[in-house]
């Protein structure tokens, strides 16, 4: 199932909204409670074995709400109370299983609430999470160097992992509050249908787990909770119906200019992969196709990188710099700092530099963007400063045990040697 999904977090999430559906099927065709609560226990086990804590925390909260909805007065309080004795020892367990973790998203809610500060009325845009993030966090090592327990938790974010939060940077507080209104009209709403529970359940999942992960950044979750809405908005007993024409026409335009562009696009891709096909058999033939449509891609960060990465093989270094720095201003990470510092070595040495101290700071546990500055110092005749650095890798532990790191210490051992 983690082949699938490549991430058992997703699966979970998948899982966890779901499940509602599944109820109601099983409601729908069997009418029996003991049926209804056997397959609340099988999947509630599901989660615990994906060892997800947030899909356990909001299945927890969807199924109670489901259960004080759908029992008589006199069952509720039996039914909620079992079925929480039945969640929080597995999510006790989980907890404990994953005590890291807690600290590493303490870190990044406190850097993205910190973040927030600068625009808190209208945030800094859409996909800005992308490029702000780790930067921001590059500052933060660069003012606190000395701030050793958290350079193990310093990772490439993109993601917040807290969907309120990150609606909060982007959108800011209206985003925010617009977003928690959508909340309460689709719980509130009245809805001439019987079984309106089990979709408002699912709905109250999503939203309980946009506060421990990222469902509201997942495509095809998003159009499964749009499909939800748009049924509750259906069936509700409140109908408001657009009679503009005016509008009623521009919605069928707006609708048609979408659809050519996705086909125009789907042409676009088709050719993108058949460049990135050809760059493991012929990198020059690849790179004419990557060139032709660019235009088409310089907002889709895989595109930029993928493109970047082969003119820097093709030793194009000056072209993967222009591409590369197109990207920086979407998407900031580490990999792509490092890789700017190699193309200016080759035609702008001083400048590599500012790039690779910014990898650096980045993710101050990395050891590649250090060992780029050790090199640097040393090709300058910094002999100085890269005994430091030399040291200051050697001090670094690695997460990960890998022979790249240990080849690296390895050097930064000779360079110390050499220095004595």
């Not at 891609?297 to 990188?305: D, E, S, V």
């Not at 530099?353 to 101050?364: L, R, W």
Request: hydrophobic share 45%.
């Amino acid at each position: 199932m983690k082949l699938v999904f490549n991430n058992t977090g997703i699966l979970s999430a998948y899982l966890c909204i779901l499940t509602p559906s599944i109820f109601l099927i099983i409601d729908l065709n069997t009418n029996s409670n003991k049926t209804l609560v056997l397959a609340i226990i099988i999947l509630g086990l599901m989660l615990f074995i994906l060892k997800s804590r947030s899909s356990l925390i909001a299945y927890s909260i969807g199924i109670i709400y489901l259960l004080y909805n759908k029992t008589h007065l006199k069952n509720k309080f039996f039914y909620i109370i079992g079925f929480l004795s039945f969640t929080m020892l597995p999510l006790y367990l989980l907890m404990n299983l994953k005590k890291s973790s807690f600290k590493g998203r303490k870190f990044i809610y406190e850097l993205c609430l910190d973040l927030c500060k600068d625009s808190p009325l209208t945030g800094y845009g859409y996909k800005s999470f992308d490029h702000l993030y780790n930067m921001h966090q590059a500052d933060f090592f660069k003012k606190n160097i000395h701030s050793y327990d958290l350079h193990l938790l310093a990772d490439n974010i993109h993601l917040s992992l807290n969907d309120y939060i990150h609606t909060y940077i982007e959108n800011g507080i209206i985003g925010l509050i617009l977003f928690l209104l959508l909340l309460y009209f689709s719980l509130s709403t009245i809805n001439s249908i019987k079984d309106d529970k089990y979709l408002k359940s699912s709905i109250l999942i999503f939203y309980t787990l946009c506060l421990f992960s990222y469902p509201l950044q997942i495509f095809s979750i998003q159009v499964y909770i749009i499909s939800l809405l748009s049924w509750l908005s259906k069936t509700s007993k409140k109908q408001y119906i657009i009679k503009n024409k005016i509008i009623h026409i521009s919605m069928y335009i707006g609708m048609i200019i979408s659809l050519l562009y996705n086909i125009f696009n789907l042409s676009n891709t088709l050719k993108w992969k058949k460049a990135y096909e050809l760059s493991t058999i012929n990198q020059t033939n690849s790179l004419l196709l990557y060139k032709n449509i660019e235009f088409f891609f310089t907002w889709n960060n895989a595109f930029l990188l993928e493109y970047g990465i082969l003119l820097n093989e093709q030793n194009k270094f000056v072209e993967s710099f222009k591409i590369l720095e197109i990207l920086i201003h979407l998407y900031s990470d580490t990999e792509i700092y490092v890789l700017q510092g190699d193309n200016l070595v080759n035609f702008n040495k001083p400048k590599s530099k500012y790039y690779y101290e910014i990898a650096s700071f980045m993710t101050p546990n990395r050891l590649l963007p250090k060992y780029k500055l050790m090199s640097f110092y040393m090709s300058t005749k910094q002999t100085d400063k890269a005994y430091y650095k030399a040291l200051e890798i050697l001090e670094t532990p690695m997460k990960i045990n890998n022979p790249t790191g240990f080849l690296i210490k390895k050097e930064a051992s000779k360079i110390i040697t050499n220095f004595k």
